[in-house]
């Protein structure tokens, strides 16, 4: 595998739900042949009529070439000569690697195995693999066709540099991990959040919709603009994070002893699902989809118009 | 106190640091007459030159009256005849309940005291005043003049509606917590949040650098358009929240299970100070807030564009 989009290679997607629409809206959208497999016909069948609107919204932001999309009748057909199969299977270990096995056995044996995975770890993926260096964790964020992260692991120092290189010619933002970890590093952050946005609800502290208002209108806003650990920097004034790990270091620490540790049970799921219904407001997850990605177009335009 | 901006009287600010000529941009902003006071002098000196700049910024998101801003020479001028006094005091409550008790010793009785505590309860500051119902939390967020978020808290549901009519009227977003809550809502989330992005970096998973850019290139960017609850409802495909918590609720729970709890002792200090130095590469705090703060306009001005 080369780094970059020199080589012309196909690439396959296998697994054809909504993570792997937005990729082939990403593939395709760098001229690359896309070869999409997925066992369930039906959502292979209407993959091309879901690609088709991520593609418009890619354009808003980026040149979006032709490429073009084969529905493959089988994996074999999707994986023999792709420079790298993208995928996106259901969360469970046993299937992805009965998977691996499957892919390994029809594709050339440079092709690059890249999981989407958003929970499992690459050491367990890798076990049973019979060339186990190839495989490379590659796991995007939704909505796939219009967030940039792309977070990466691999033990491989040289697959990681070529990974990181092909995500960037596709205009993703990769970020390596040096170690892999579960949940990987966006996906803790986000459920740190959310364990005391859930302890929030629970004590009564404000609706859902206010919590997520406060985090829309406060943190979350700045976090588009620079992260967590440059904003207590510019939280410590001219003296930075020393300064501020000196001043508020030890009340940061007692902040954290009284963040809450809800549980998910009965009671806290009716609290949160009436909460979520009375934010929505009658709009439908679709409806919620579209006004957020044509928000994140919008947002994603002016960001590079800003100095950064 | 009436609620808008109807009533011309005076507001008075007292403490002229950061968050203090944040507010004053805010209220000049309005046309509103602000009284300043800070015990420091060279701080109520340098006022007027802080909030320029900070009002030519509020300019590209909203019109900017001229106002008056007047450095109070004593506490007495700044909240004598004042409608609402904004508190910016150093976060210690032996310093704000001797000061509340000299604002309620030279304002009137129906003077509104606004506390831009962060850390502080409503319950303790007000515990020495003599009129106590007239005490709100009113917490903005960094940087003050153009983060729209205020979280208030009163026990009192006339001036809590009376407040947000106000706060409202300034251009911004005001959040009323029903129960009062350390770092109330905002806070809590940024420090949950954070801990997590620290432990990784303890744990040594990914560099300072590229712990914000997966933050700042992934969730974060989301959490400008939608809070972490909706992102989970958006999570649960069709079925929304419901389903989410049935199906993945255990395993998100697993995952609240694995997050750290990380020490700021002298290693973590070093580590993140050198992953901060690293990942400001030479510009300096100042320059990091003008970057910030160009961003943020132009992203509160695409917000805006966008369906919301």
Redesign the interface.
Known sequence: MTGGLDDRAPVAIVGAG?IGAGWAAVFTAAGLEVRAFDPEPARLASLRARVRPLRTALKKLQPVRRGRLVLATSLVEAVGGARLVQENAPEKLAVKRALFAAIEAAADPATVIASSTS?LLWSDMALEMSRPERLLVAHP??PVHL???V?LFTPDPALAAHAEAFYTALGK?P?????E?????????????????VH??G??????A?????????????????????????????????DY??HL?????R??A??G?P??DGEM?DR??E??DE??GGR???E?????D??????????R????
Do not use: C
């Open positions: 909504l929970a964020f939704n967030i940039p992260l977070e933002r970020v390596r991990l040096r170690r970890m579960p949940g990987h590093i966006a996906g803790r952050l986000a459920a740190a959040l959310w364990r005391e946005a929030l609800v004590e009564g502290v404000a609706s859902v206010d919590i997520d208002a406060a985090l829309v209108e406060g943190p979350g806003l700045r976090w588009a603009v620079q992260g967590a650990h440059l904003s207590y920097h510019l939280g410590g004034g001219a003296g930075g994070i020393a790990l000196d270091g030890p009340s940061q620490e902040r954290w009284t963040l540790q549980r998910l799921r949160l699902t909460g979520v934010e929505a439908s997850v679709a919620l989809e579209a006004e957020r044509a928000a994140l177009v919008e947002l994603m335009r002016a960001r118009k800003a100095v950064r």
